[in-house]
């Protein structure tokens, strides 16, 4: 497993899940509405074909809905030449999503007033620090950096946490820029003891050293990966939010954001990820394993969804895993 995402919730290890094991796969009993959300800053490749997949089976097999969502809030990195390859792409595996793509690019404004409510709530600070500043102060503590966090780099050392009103007045007045970051341990506070549940790993509780105070602003951007995904899967109804299992880590902050703006609170399923022959996770670089580069070659689409599966055990039942091509 890529981090630990949580503790697991006693009475669930009791009914059979274990930690970092596929659990014991429940089926959705109710139509799920799930969703897939690739960034357009290159072409899919066989790790998105088979998340799609994944996304839209489950969908299809208890009578839901399939969304897709392009996720281009970083203007600079995102182009839309691959907004039209992606879903292109989509199209050609069978896979087109059931209702009009939604673009977060377009929503500016609703990220902007959920980010206002976590204002009012008093759970966020601005972090000065840059990406050098925290990794010189984690080495000076003497610390190695003590795993993944919802960032995805280091944990965060916390420095701006502590500056008081009036360091963070002159900092801001004399032009540094910032970014916002949730304060883990006051935002639980508010919500109180908060788990979630994974159709894979099971129940999970979430503990402030998971949460790691994750930026929810970046910089550059008034919004952050985590507070989109929050908002849109609210307002899609995604009742199952399924995604490889290397986000395991940002679930903590999504369910805590989910409680401190009030949100439904969907399950989630992190499936395994594709990766090459040498194990290695497949990146939009790689050519050979571009969905785009596998239609050249001549592959149908069953052939591409085959080649997609990943070596893990995800928890579908059998006959699902097989859908689409055989
Ligand atoms: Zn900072």
Redesign the pocket.
């Known amino acids: 497993m890529p981090c630990a995402p949580g503790s697991l919730v006693p009475d669930d290890a009791a009914r059979g899940f274990r930690d970092g094991r596929p659990g014991r796969p429940v089926w959705p009993a109710v139509a799920e509405v799930t969703r897939f959300a690739p960034s357009p800053t290159g072409d899919l490749h066989l790790g998105h074909a088979y998340a799609a997949w994944f996304a839209r089976t489950l969908a299809r097999r208890s009578g839901g809905r399939f969304f897709v969502r392009i996720e281009d809030i970083d203007g600079g990195r995102c182009r839309n030449e691959f907004v039209v390859r992606n879903l292109d792409d989509l199209h050609w595996l069978g896979l087109d999503a059931d209702e009009p793509v939604l673009h977060q690019s377009a929503r500016m404004p609703l990220y902007a007033a959920a980010l206002g409510e976590l204002g009012r709530l008093g759970v966020v600070y601005p972090?000065?620090?840059t990406r050098r500043?925290?990794l010189a102060e984690v080495a000076a503590a003497g610390g190695a950096p003590h795993g993944a966090h919802a960032a995805g780099t280091v944990a965060?050392p916390g420095?701006?946490?502590r500056l008081d009103a009036e360091q963070r007045a002159r900092l801001i007045a004399a032009g540094t820029g910032?970014?916002l970051?949730l304060d883990a341990t006051r935002a639980l506070r508010l919500t109180g003891p908060l788990d979630w549940s994974d159709r894979r790993f099971g129940l999970r509780q979430v503990t402030d050293a998971d949460l790691g105070d994750p930026v929810i602003a970046r910089k550059e951007m008034p919004v952050s990966y985590h507070l989109c995904v929050v908002v849109d899967d609210a307002a899609q109804g995604v009742t199952l939010v399924t995604r490889g299992e290397d986000l395991l880590c940002a679930t903590a902050v999504h369910r805590t954001l989910q409680a401190l703006l009030g949100l439904p609170v969907p399950q989630w399923w992190h499936h395994p990820l594709c990766r090459d022959a040498g194990g290695r996770r497949l990146a939009k670089r790689d050519a050979a394993a571009s969905i785009r580069e596998l239609r050249q070659r001549g592959l149908s689409p069953a052939e591409v969804l085959r080649l997609a599966q990943p070596s893990e055990a995800s928890g579908l039942p059998l006959a699902a895993a097989a859908e689409g091509f055989r």
């Open positions: 972090c000065f620090c500043a925290i965060y420095t701006c946490r910032y970014a970051r």
